[in-house]
């Protein structure tokens, strides 16, 4: 904000003349570059690709006069609609701006086509308009209100521009800054164009909008700048444009010093109409704002006052309920106060010209004013009768006029109104400041009606769904340490509760918290508590890789779910243990349940989904690929169905990510992951299509961008590694993949290792292509570090993994993992170069993922060359280098092209023209370091020796000879000797 501190610093004659009342500049100034910018958005959405456009600045730079001009140049066919953020202090009024939003779109084209538009999400849509209720009794969910005013938007803007506008984002609420958010990724479709405002000088460090811009800014569709101050040139033309004619040069030298280029502060210079001195002009901001309003008739600024204490709009309405005096003295006030420029009337509410002028005459209130003005509106509004009423306005009323018993009361209606509109963050925002209130009040109990702990819990629920887990979190924790044992189930309730943030967060310590609750709630319990408790256990165990437990406990969750008639719970139940009893080993079994929960679900809109989830993942798991992806697909559909197409059906989508990759479809892979991680996924899932996203970076040949990416994300994964069985073993086969692809096989064994480590409980589905990756880091230890045996055993290694590979040899997948795995490790010394393996693993990879071939292919090719056999090398080769290609996997596409040049054989296919081979002159030069270690190792030294020599330890001598190799393309370190004296021969 400015600061007005040169004020004071100009001397001299004000003005000789009076100047009008209104000074408002007839026409704008200073900002025709940023009028033609959001022009120029407005016609770029016209290609159906939507736009946002992201204007800050200070208070009075212009931002509501710019959008003015905008909206009012448009032309008639464009549908401009308007949103305005409340100031309702520290919690906003829940969906604000979007209510706008929707409300100025019905009045243009009715509440029949708003609501037949949203399709599905038509009862969420009436969850935040209670006035297009029409007997409808499902309340929907968040993610339906959220892809319902997706829907709709895209809808209206297929055939006509539409402009949706919201302005003040610096006083917007959570919930409408998460939709705002969902709108501009997820909207791919229509003529929209989103202008947003807001005022920089308030979004301070911490705001939640500081963090909303930052992500913007990363956004390809979206514009974002902030308007600049006048000029004194622009400040020249203002001035002339409001006094309708040339300024005295006195006059236009101190309007420009005083205002600081502020549009607003030189209209309110111009206004003073007074011929003052300097000694009458404002010394102070707060002064200025306030010189209109103190040179108004006591009536009229008695009314304003009264106006500030209503918020930001105020309906002529509810000002005439509050208003003590007469209706002719209170229009009488208005009219005064519109022609002074102070106040601005709408169709039926009245606004303050500049917020800035509100909140200085609200901060003139005195305490007895504040405390019966703002009483008088909380009366006023418990008063109104209908769908507009909004309780956070109630609240915020009686908190301010500082009576503790009535607003207790009012900010719990909040807090439900908040809730079931899925408003979360304003629902934990009232449900906190109720908390706050309960020691204030009378018998709080009764007025709640519940006790403090049960608030605690439902406070703390509201923000977990809010994504407020720290918050969420501290607030389960207090009620667990006011539980007592006189309340088990609502104890109960609150450890299940922290199981599930500790859970959404990826942190461990949900199995005891879950074991805990259930033991509070005795078998029989009415209702459906201890159901929803068991298969939240059951849920931890399967995820957690305890499978046996899992189908127990399953197995009592469904028989409690079905006591209490709960289709939902009986259907998660058996889909818990349905997928544990596949991984377990028993396939039909486990697709058996999985078929019960599908039939028990199929109406349920939350186990349907999971169910989708769940059943496409293991036909993954079992090489089921085909299969897979029509499973996700039809539960993408599904999805459509139930509105939710952009929330749960991206999840849905994005299960097919793997059976894609595993068929070769790459670019369909890529399209989901793109599409999931734009629309901010939950932690857990986000992780996962970062995981697929690295691997097929990987496998498609940037090994460097797969690994540069892996390590950014290491410790934020870290933690849901711990917590997770089945992501801990994807993400290690990465880790593991990429340290081989980087020539650090002994790193690729400490990463695949994790499953010989004590806390590991076997998935078959996860463990075999873990084994083969160790078993292929093993191999490469032998060929490039025959020393390294005294650090690891590599023969006891081997034969770890030849034993956990032979116990999973009933899981559809072994035979194509296991061939791999015994290539790997076959050959003279377990080196992995026997060609009669290597053409076993390639017959085995026709069942398997499509990468498979082409590497045991290449791997072959290898064998061949190491026994002598170049014809066979070079069929092998050229095989191999067709199937990459051909299926786009870089990685193995490179590899086999060295090997190729180092064993002087073409490689490439008969239709590719053939050249003398030479070596490859753009390979990665050695360092000065690296040469060294060549050197010694050319002379015979281990790696040990090398240290030594060098005054380096054993291991970075190691990491040194792997670079080497991985360099040359060599597999032995003799190899690569030969190699580099070749190359200067």
């Given at each position: 904000m400015?600061?007005?501190?040169?004020?004071?610093?100009?001397?001299?004659?004000?003005?000789?003349r009076?100047v009008?009342?209104?000074?408002?500049?007839?026409?704008?100034?200073?900002?025709?570059?940023?009028?033609?910018?959001?022009?120029?958005?407005?016609?770029?959405?016209?290609d159906?690709?939507?736009r946002?456009?992201?204007?800050?600045?200070?208070?009075?730079?212009g931002?509501?006069?710019?959008?003015?001009?905008?909206t009012?140049?448009?032309p008639?066919?464009?549908?401009?609609?308007r949103?305005?953020?409340?100031?309702?202090?520290?919690?906003?009024?829940?969906?604000?701006?979007?209510?706008?939003?929707l409300r100025?779109?019905?009045?243009?084209?009715g509440?029949?086509?708003?609501m037949?538009?949203?399709g599905?999400g038509?009862?969420?849509?009436?969850?935040?308009?209670p006035?297009?209720?029409?007997?409808?009794?499902?309340?929907g969910?968040?993610?339906?209100?959220?892809?319902?005013?997706?829907?709709?938007?895209?809808?209206?803007?297929?055939?006509?521009?539409?402009?949706?506008?919201?302005?003040?984002?610096?006083?917007?609420?959570?919930?409408?800054?998460?939709l705002?958010?969902?709108?501009?990724?997820?909207?791919?479709?229509?003529?929209?164009?989103?202008?947003l405002?807001?005022?920089?000088d308030?979004?301070?460090?911490?705001?939640?909008?500081?963090?909303?811009?930052?992500?913007?800014?990363?956004?390809?569709?979206?514009?974002?700048?902030?308007?600049a101050?006048?000029?004194k040139?622009?400040?020249?033309?203002?001035?002339?444009?409001?006094?309708?004619?040339?300024?005295d040069?006195?006059?236009?030298?101190?309007?420009?010093?005083?205002?600081?280029?502020?549009?607003?502060?030189?209209?309110?210079?111009?206004?003073?109409?007074?011929?003052?001195?300097?000694?009458?002009?404002?010394?102070t901001?707060?002064?200025?704002?306030?010189?209109?309003?103190?040179?108004?008739?006591?009536?009229?600024?008695?009314?304003?006052?009264?106006?500030?204490?209503?918020?930001?709009?105020?309906?002529?309405?509810?000002?005439?309920a509050?208003?003590?005096g007469?209706?002719?003295?209170?229009?009488a006030?208005?009219?005064?106060?519109?022609?002074?420029?102070?106040?601005?009337?709408?169709?039926?509410?009245?606004?303050?010209?500049?917020?800035?002028?509100?909140?200085?005459?609200?901060?003139?209130?005195?305490?007895?004013?504040?405390?019966?003005?703002?009483?008088?509106?909380?009366?006023?509004?418990?008063?109104?009768?209908?769908?507009?009423?909004?309780?956070?306005?109630?609240?915020?009323?009686?908190?301010?006029?500082?009576v503790?018993?009535?607003?207790?009361?009012?900010?719990?209606?909040a807090?439900?109104?908040?809730?079931?509109?899925?408003?979360?963050?304003?629902?934990?925002q009232?449900?906190?400041?109720?908390?706050?209130l309960?020691?204030?009040?009378?018998?709080?109990?009764?007025?709640?009606?519940?006790?403090?702990?049960?608030?605690?819990?439902?406070?703390?629920?509201?923000?977990?769904?809010?994504?407020?887990?720290?918050?969420?979190?501290?607030?389960?924790?207090?009620?667990?340490?006011?539980?007592s044992?006189?309340?088990p189930?609502?104890?109960?309730?609150?450890?299940?509760?922290?199981?599930?943030?500790?859970?959404?967060?990826?942190?461990?310590?949900?199995?005891?918290?879950l074991?805990?609750?259930?033991?509070?709630?005795?078998?029989?319990?009415?209702?459906?508590?201890?159901a929803?408790?068991?298969?939240?256990?059951?849920?931890?165990?399967?995820?957690?890789?305890?499978?046996?437990?899992?189908?127990?406990?399953?197995?009592?969750?469904?028989?409690?779910?079905?006591?209490?008639?709960?289709?939902?719970?009986?259907?998660?139940?058996?889909?818990?243990?349905?997928?544990?009893?596949?991984?377990?080993?028993?396939?039909?079994?486990?697709?058996?349940?999985?078929?019960?929960?599908?039939?028990?679900?199929?109406?349920?809109?939350?186990?349907?989904?999971r169910?989708?989830?769940?059943?496409?993942?293991v036909?993954?798991?079992?090489?089921?690929?085909?299969?897979a992806?029509?499973?996700?697909?039809?539960?993408?559909?599904?999805?459509?169905?139930l509105?939710?197409e952009r929330?749960?059906?991206?999840?849905?989508?994005?299960?097919?990510?793997?059976?894609y990759?595993?068929?070769?479809?790459?670019?369909?892979?890529?399209?989901?992951?793109?599409?999931?991680?734009?629309?901010d996924?939950?932690?857990?899932?986000?992780?996962?299509?970062?995981?697929?996203?690295?691997?097929?970076?990987?496998?498609?040949?940037?090994?460097?961008?797969?690994?540069?990416?892996?390590?950014?994300?290491?410790?934020?994964?870290a933690?849901?590694?711990?917590a997770?069985?089945?992501?801990?073993l994807?993400?290690?086969?990465?880790?593991a993949?990429?340290a081989?692809?980087?020539?650090?096989?002994?790193?690729a064994?400490?990463?695949?290792?994790?499953?010989f480590?004590?806390?590991?409980r076997?998935?078959?589905?996860?463990?075999?292509?873990?084994?083969?990756?160790a078993?292929?880091?093993?191999?490469?230890?032998r060929?490039?570090n025959?020393?390294?045996?005294?650090?690891i055993?590599?023969?006891a290694a081997?034969s770890?993994?030849?034993?956990?590979?032979?116990d999973?040899?009933?899981?559809?997948?072994?035979?194509?993992?296991?061939?791999?795995v015994?290539?790997?490790?076959?050959?003279?010394a377990?080196?992995?170069?026997?060609?009669?393996?290597?053409?076993?693993?390639?017959?085995?990879?026709?069942?398997?993922?499509?990468?498979?071939?082409?590497?045991?292919?290449?791997?072959?090719?290898?064998?061949?060359?190491?026994?002598?056999?170049?014809?066979?090398a070079?069929?092998s080769?050229?095989?191999?280098?067709?199937?990459?290609d051909?299926?786009?996997?870089?990685?193995?596409?490179?590899q086999?092209?060295?090997?190729?040049?180092?064993?002087?054989?073409?490689?490439?296919?008969?239709s590719?023209?053939?050249?003398?081979p030479a070596?490859?002159?753009?390979?990665?030069?050695?360092?000065?370091?690296e040469?060294?270690?060549?050197?010694?190792?050319?002379?015979?030294?281990?790696?040990?020796?090398?240290?030594?020599?060098?005054?380096?330890?054993?291991?970075?001598?190691?990491?040194?000879?792997?670079?080497?190799?991985?360099?040359?393309?060599a597999?032995?370190?003799?190899?690569?000797?030969?190699?580099?004296?070749?190359?200067?021969?």
């Open positions: 400015t600061s007005f501190s040169r004020l004071t610093d100009v001397g001299g004659p004000w003005h000789d009076m009008p009342a209104s000074m408002s500049s007839p026409q704008m100034v200073g900002r025709e570059g940023d009028l033609e910018r959001l022009r120029g958005l407005l016609e770029a959405v016209a159906g690709v939507p946002t456009a992201v204007i800050g600045g200070e208070a009075g730079i931002k509501t006069r710019l959008l003015a001009e905008f009012a140049s448009v008639p066919e464009v549908l401009v609609l949103g305005q953020s409340v100031d309702l202090g520290t919690v906003a009024a829940p969906y604000a701006p979007v209510k706008d939003v100025s779109l019905i009045a243009e084209v509440a029949e086509a708003v037949n538009a949203a599905p038509r009862p969420a849509l009436t969850a935040l308009l006035e297009l209720a029409q007997g409808d009794t499902d309340a969910s968040s993610a339906q209100l959220h892809e319902a005013v997706a829907v709709v938007l895209e809808r209206f803007s297929h055939d006509r521009s539409v402009v949706a506008v919201v302005e003040d984002l610096h006083w917007i609420d959570a919930a409408s800054l998460t705002l958010r969902f709108l501009i990724r997820a909207v791919r479709r229509g003529r929209l164009l989103l202008v405002t807001y005022r920089s308030d979004v301070t460090r911490g705001h939640p909008v500081r963090g909303f811009l930052t992500e913007l800014d990363r956004g390809r569709a979206v514009d974002r700048w902030e308007l101050r006048l000029t040139a622009q400040v020249r033309r203002q001035v002339k444009a409001i006094l309708g004619g040339v300024p040069p006195d006059l236009l030298a101190r309007t420009a010093a005083r205002s600081e280029g502020v549009p607003f502060f030189v209209e309110e210079l111009l206004g003073l109409d007074t011929c003052p001195t300097d000694d009458g002009l404002p010394d901001l707060r002064d200025l704002l306030l010189a209109r309003y103190e040179r108004l008739e006591p009536g009229t600024q008695a009314v304003l006052r009264l106006l500030a204490a209503g918020g930001v709009r105020v309906p002529h309405e509810l000002i005439a509050v208003h003590s007469a209706a002719e003295d209170l229009d006030a208005i009219r005064e106060a519109v022609f002074a420029s102070v106040l601005v009337a709408g169709d039926d509410d009245y606004a303050f010209r500049h917020a800035l002028v509100r909140e200085a005459i609200h901060a003139e209130l005195l305490p007895g004013e504040r405390g019966r003005f703002h009483a008088a509106y909380a009366e006023a509004l418990e008063r109104t009768a209908g769908s507009r009423r909004v309780a956070a306005e109630i609240s915020y009323h009686w908190m301010a006029a500082h503790p018993e009535k607003a207790f009361p009012a900010t719990l209606a807090r439900e109104e908040a809730r079931a509109a899925f408003a979360y963050a304003t629902a934990g009232m449900g906190e400041r109720a908390l706050e309960w020691d204030q009040v009378a018998e709080p109990e009764r007025v709640a009606g519940m006790n403090r702990l049960e608030l605690l819990g439902r406070t703390s629920s509201h923000l977990r769904n809010a994504g407020e887990n720290e918050r969420s979190l501290a607030l389960i924790d207090l009620a667990l340490a006011d539980g044992p006189d309340r189930l609502q104890y109960a309730r609150a450890l299940r509760d922290k199981a599930y943030y500790l859970g959404n967060a990826g942190r461990t310590g949900t199995v005891p918290l074991e805990q609750a259930v033991a509070l709630v005795p078998p029989g319990s009415p209702g459906e508590l201890r929803t408790m068991l298969t939240a256990l059951a849920g931890r165990l399967m995820i957690e890789g305890r499978a046996q437990e899992a189908i127990a406990m399953a197995t009592d969750a469904s028989t409690e779910a079905a006591a209490a008639g709960s289709d939902r719970y009986s259907s998660v139940a058996h889909n818990i243990a349905g997928v544990s009893m596949v991984h377990n080993g028993d396939v039909e079994g486990g697709l058996a349940e999985l078929e019960r929960a599908r039939v028990l679900g199929d109406g349920d809109r939350v186990a349907g989904l169910y989708r989830v769940n059943i496409s993942d036909h993954y798991l079992l090489g089921r690929y085909r299969s992806v029509q499973l996700a697909e039809s539960g993408l559909a599904r999805a459509r169905e509105g939710v929330i749960s059906g991206v999840i849905l989508a994005s299960n097919a990510v793997d059976p990759y595993a068929l070769g479809e790459w670019d369909r892979a890529d399209a989901l992951i793109e599409r999931g991680l734009s629309l996924p939950p932690f857990a899932f986000r992780v996962y299509l970062q995981r697929a996203r690295m691997w097929g970076m990987l496998w498609r040949g940037d090994v460097s961008g797969a690994a540069v990416m892996f390590r950014s994300l290491a410790p934020s994964i933690s849901l590694v711990e997770e069985m089945q992501t801990r994807g993400i290690a086969r990465l880790a993949e990429i081989i692809a980087e020539g650090d096989d002994e790193r064994w400490e990463e695949a290792s994790v499953v480590r004590a806390e590991h076997s998935l078959p589905g996860y463990d075999l292509p873990l084994l083969a990756v078993a292929r880091a093993l191999a490469g230890i060929r490039s025959p020393e390294a045996a005294s650090s055993d590599i023969d081997a770890d993994v030849r034993g956990a590979s032979a999973l040899a009933g899981w559809p997948t072994a035979p194509v993992w296991t061939a791999f015994e290539a790997e490790l076959g050959g003279s377990g080196t992995g170069l026997d060609p009669v393996l290597w053409r076993r693993a390639r017959t085995a990879a026709a069942g398997g993922p499509v990468h498979l071939g082409p590497y045991a292919s290449l791997r072959l090719a290898e064998a061949q060359i190491a026994a002598g056999d170049r014809v066979g070079h069929e080769l050229q095989a191999a280098v067709a199937d990459a051909s299926i786009g996997i870089g990685l193995v596409g490179d086999a092209r060295a090997v190729a040049r180092r064993a002087r054989v073409n490689a490439e296919p008969p590719q023209p053939v050249s003398d070596p490859d002159a753009a390979a990665e030069p050695l360092t000065p370091r040469q060294q270690v060549l050197e010694l190792v050319a002379r015979g030294l281990s790696n040990r020796e090398i240290g030594t020599e060098l005054f380096i330890s054993g291991k970075t001598a190691s990491v040194h000879v792997s670079a080497i190799l991985r360099k040359l393309g597999s032995t370190r003799t190899e690569a000797v030969f190699l580099a004296g070749a190359a200067t021969r």
